[in-house]
Every structure is written in C-alpha cells, then in structure tokens.
C-alpha cells in the first residue's frame, strides 16, 4: 500500500498566515500525525501534495515525493496532481488529508482488509453526533456498498438528513485509478474537483465500492481553531489514558498536557496542572509535583520536580536528585542526588552529585553575548543568594557563602566569601530612632 496525504487546501478557516497542517497538536504540526500513522503502517511510498507556497515551509518535514497542486481546485485534482507519482506502479492508493490527524492505524487496516479482490475502492465513513458540514454517504439499501457521496453544499434537504458521514480517507485500486480521476469534472456547487465523485464514477463502470467506518473522534477534520482545540482535546485523553495504562498516577488526568513524545515510565507520580512539551522522557519512580512545566529534558529514576518548576531543553536531572519550587533550569545536567529546592536559575551548568544549591542561587550565564558554563563538583555547597558569574568553575566539597558574587574560580575543599564584609554600630539603632524621633521614649 502506498498513500498520499493532501495538503494544499488554503486551509482560510484557520485564519492564519501558517498553512493549516503546520499548527501543531500535542506539540507536533497536525501533518506529522499523518505520517507518523502511515510509519506506524510500514508504508514508505508516501506522496504528499502541497501548495507551491508551502513547498519551503514543508521540504524538510518530508524527504518521500512532493507533487504541487496549483491552484487548488478540490480534493479530487489534488489526487490528479499526483498523477506522475501515481504512475509510477500499480499498487493500492491510500488517499489521507493532512488535517485529519486522529486516525488510527487500525483503522486503516480495517480499510486494508476490507479491500478484498472484489472491491475497487473503500470509503471510510463516520456516524458524527452533529453531521454538520460533512460530505454525506449514501449506501445502496443495508449494506456497506456505497452508490455515492454527496457533498453537503451540493445535498438536498432531504440528503442532509442522512447521518454517515465522510471522512475523506479513501483506499483506491491502484489499477483503476488512473481512468477513474480523468472522468472527474467540476459541475457542482463549488465548481470544485471532488475526490468524492470518484465513488459514483467507480459504480458507473461497475466497480464496487464498500464503506468502513471509523469512530468521529479519530476522523474529526481540523479546519477551524475551535476543530484544532477539539483534536487537542481528544489528543491529551487519549495520552491520559496511555499514561495511567502504563503505571503512572495522575491526581487530576484533565489538567496534565502530554507532547507526542512525551515516555513516562511506572510508578511516576504526576500532580495537578503539569504541562509536558516536546522531548520529554521520564523514568521510573519519579514525582513531579504540581504546576510544573517541561520540554527538552530526562529525567532519571527516583529524582523529583517542583511544584512550580521550570525544565527547559538539553536539561537532565539524574537520579534522586532534587529540583523544588521556583526553579527554573536550562541546558544543564544535576547529577546523582544533588539538589536545587528553591528559587534558582541554573542555565549551562553542571551540578556535581550531592551537590546542594542554596535557594535564590542565579547562575549568570549570560553576558549579552554569549552564553558561558558553570561546573560545579560533586558534594560542593553554595549559599543561599550567591550569584555564580560564568564561565566559573567551583571544585568539589567547596562552600560558598550566602550572598556571594562569585567571579573567580574556586579550588576543591575550599572556602569562599564574596561580599562586602559586615560592620556592627554599637547602639546604633537606638542613636538612629533618637535622631528620627528625638520625642521617642528610649526602647532600652
Ligand atoms: C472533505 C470532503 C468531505 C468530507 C470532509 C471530511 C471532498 C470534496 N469533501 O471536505 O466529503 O466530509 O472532507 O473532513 O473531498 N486539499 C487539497 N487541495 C484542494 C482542496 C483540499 O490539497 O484543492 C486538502 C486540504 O489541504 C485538506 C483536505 O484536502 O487537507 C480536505 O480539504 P477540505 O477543503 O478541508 O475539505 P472539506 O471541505 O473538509
Ligand atoms: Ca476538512
């Protein structure tokens, strides 16, 4: 089986200046879904048809055959645009949208499987609570032959009473579809090409065509942001549902937002309003506490996280170690057991094991030009407040003072203190409140 996914719809109901396919579900542009459905497949002969606008945006997504529709007139000269690609062998046709990022694999194996010798082509339809909009299926009398589809602006009142729906993903005999989409024509209300006419012109030749069908939910079409926020929603129930399967507790499922890459191992703990972006893997036993936010890191067995912390990219927390509230860490690497519980910044560091990072601890990392690295060794101290001006390097067992600027190096097993140092005024509060107030009874 080979497929072609469509994609050069101007996708206008979306309102944006980014083709539609490109806005991401579960922190991956909605095309990726497709495809990663059609890998999930093993099938690797994929011809995907774009705009010549979105050639550039899209050539780096898709090494496998580009086909350009221009301009775009309907599903069906999308196909056509494809023709050269098409041509190229006989094989079944799987034709999916790029807004239709829901669909399961198995789901298209039904489709597989219902294509028996017999069968020229298979439509995958849909019962929708709300048929809407839908192209509507109609079948000849019970069974699962399909006469057409009628598209809803072209459908009678009486049609759009009817309730299957069409999904636009439709498996089609590589050998008949050649001749089957040279007879489309654009005689219809949006004086389109219609994919879906395919479907009658196959019953005139007499070709049987049958329908599958799917649930809504995995065929749901993205054309609006109010669909995209809908797909989104699905998305995460279904990654809730995974996670749980797995042997991870989540205290409240609907407030915990995964990435389609998100691996959680077992025994993870995950609390309220936690939100995973892309690049995310967390092994067993970990906890993360609530209103957490993450993307770009590894977290080790046994560490915890939060609440209110922030793991940015290329972070990675090792085993056991420590990262509490109001911290935010980027581009660095705790090792085993060490610990940043309270307000800090750590960006490009590294913290050596059993290191323990006092609160309100800022790495300075950032000069206005370039970003510079922080090593600290293992088991070393730094005091609450301190600044750590990169790029620096502390030596293991060292301690720092509580509010220093530390811009030298610091030696293994050493001391430092870097601030200016205290003087106390005998009774110079008391000498303070007298010259303020000088009616002021003595507090003595
Ligand atoms: C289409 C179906 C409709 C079905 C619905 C399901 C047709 C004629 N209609 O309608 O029966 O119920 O999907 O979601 O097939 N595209 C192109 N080139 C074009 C037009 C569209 O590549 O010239 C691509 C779009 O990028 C999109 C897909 O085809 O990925 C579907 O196009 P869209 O305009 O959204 O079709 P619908 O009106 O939703
Ligand atoms: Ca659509």
Known sequence: ???????????????????????????????????????????IDICLVLSPEMKEDLKSFHEGNIAIQHPALGTGHAVQSAKDWIQKSSEDVLVLFGDTPLITSETLRKMKEAKDPTVSLVVLAMRPQNPGAYGRVLLEGNSSVVNS??????????????????????????????????????????QEFYLTD????????????????????????????????????VFQERRRHMAMSNGATLLDPHTVYF???????????????????????????????GFSHMEGAHLEEGCSIGPFARLRPGTRISQKAKVGNFVEIKKSILEKGSKVNHLSYIGDAIIGARANIGAGTITCNYDGYQKHPTAIGEGAFIGSNSCLVAPIHIGKYALVGAGSVITEDIEDYDLSVARSAQKNFKEGSLRFQHKKNPLQEDNR
């Not at 542009?29 to 890998?39: A, M, Q």
């Not at 012109?201 to 065929?219: C, D, F, H, W």
């Not at 890459?261 to 077992?266: E, L, R």
């Open 1 to 43: 089986m080979r497929a072609i996914v469509l994609a050069a719809g101007k996708g206008t109901r979306m309102k944006s200046s980014l083709p539609k396919v490109l806005h991401t579900l579960g922190g991956q542009p909605l095309l990726h879904h497709v495809l990663d459905v059609l890998e999930d497949l093993k099938c």
């Open 149 to 190: 589809i009628v598209e809803f602006k072209d459908a009678s009142d009486e049609i759009r009473q009817e309730t299957l729906c069409n999904s636009g993903v439709m498996l089609i005999d590589g050998k008949y579809i050649l001749s089957l989409l040279e007879k489309l024509d654009n005689k219809n209300a949006q």
């Open 198 to 233: 395919l479907v009658q012109i196959a019953r005139y030749q007499g070709l049987k065509t049958v329908m599958v069908e799917g649930s809504e939910e995995e065929l749901l079409g993205v054309n609006s942001r109010n669909d995209l926020a809908k797909a989104e929603h």
């Open 259 to 289: 990435s389609f890459d998100t691996k959680i191992g077992q025994d993870v703990v995950i609390e309220p309003h936690v939100y995973f972006g892309p690049g995310v893997t967390i092994e067993n036993n970990v906890k993360i506490y």
